[in-house]
T-cell receptor, first 114, second 110 residues
Framework: ETGVTQSPTHLIKTRGQQVTLRCSSQ?????VSWYQQALGQGPQFIFQ???????GRGNFPPRFSGLQFPNYSSELNVNALELDDSALYLC?????????????FGSGTRLTVV | DAKTTQPNSMESNEEEPVHLPCNHS???????IHWYRQLPSQGPEYVIH???SNVNNRMASLAIAEDRKSSTLILHRATLRDAAVYYC???????????FGGGTRLMVKP
């Protein structure tokens, strides 16, 4: 089975621009979560999608938005980029979003905002 | 979310067993205990999870205290590739997010 694939692996954007990050979930997984990991910190939950609906959101502003598609792949969109948005963005998929399922993480997209 | 306490760092010799402790005294009855590890420059990797009973898989064993206020991740024979940050995360069965704390940085000496 294939794991979680994220693209691109690295990205440099200018403050104020918009960015879209993509994630292909592991085969058979219907739930996708997104996390932000700043340098030297643990990942922080952004939001989760279950069967194309947002199923929970962390403490992130509305300029962070997402989508999940019928094939369960997902996008993370960030508008009006700020310097503090520079981080590793991680996608994780699971069979369900609850505690009785493990999550498979991708290798992440490293976003640098200059 | 239940709070966790893990040692900041631990050291082990290659091919020896490693016991990584985690205290989660505020855990609720429906929280599963998840363990993930993160190698440098990679995303977190699922290791194991359990609710009440001890669990084994090809990567590790999870020993859960009878009162569930603590757990121990056991790597039976550490290798250099096991050097990583290990996160213990209580995950509510009705919840939808993993809350990562500081984790334990495991260093493995040859």
């Amino acid at each position: 089975e294939t794991g979680v694939t994220q693209s691109p692996t690295h990205l440099i954007k200018t403050r104020g621009q918009q960015v879209t990050l993509r994630c292909s979930s592991q085969s058979g997984h219907n739930t996708v979560s997104w996390y932000q990991q700043a340098l030297g910190q643990g990942p922080q939950f952004i939001f989760q999608y279950y069967r194309e609906e947002e199923n929970g959101r962390g403490n992130f502003p509305p300029r962070f938005s997402g989508l999940q598609f019928p094939n369960y792949s997902s996008e993370l969109n960030v508008n009006a980029l700020e310097l503090d948005d520079s981080a590793l963005y991680l996608c994780a998929s699971s069979l369900g979003g609850t505690g009785d399922y493990g999550y498979t993480f991708g290798s992440g997209t490293r976003l640098t905002v200059v | 979310d239940a709070k966790t306490t893990q040692p900041n760092s631990m050291e082990s010799n290659e091919e020896e067993p490693v016991h990584l402790p985690c205290n989660h005294s505020t855990i609720s009855g429906t929280d599963y205990i998840h363990w993930y590890r993160q190698l440098p420059s990679q995303g977190p990797e699922y290791v194991i999870h359990g609710l009440t009973s001890n669990v084994n898989n090809r990567m590790a064993s999870l020993a859960i205290a009878e009162d569930r206020k603590s757990s121990t991740l056991i790597l039976h024979r550490a290798t250099l590739r096991d050097a990583a940050v290990y996160y213990c995360i209580p995950h509510n069965n009705a919840g939808n997010m993993l809350t990562f704390g500081g984790g334990t940085r495991l260093m493995v000496k040859p």
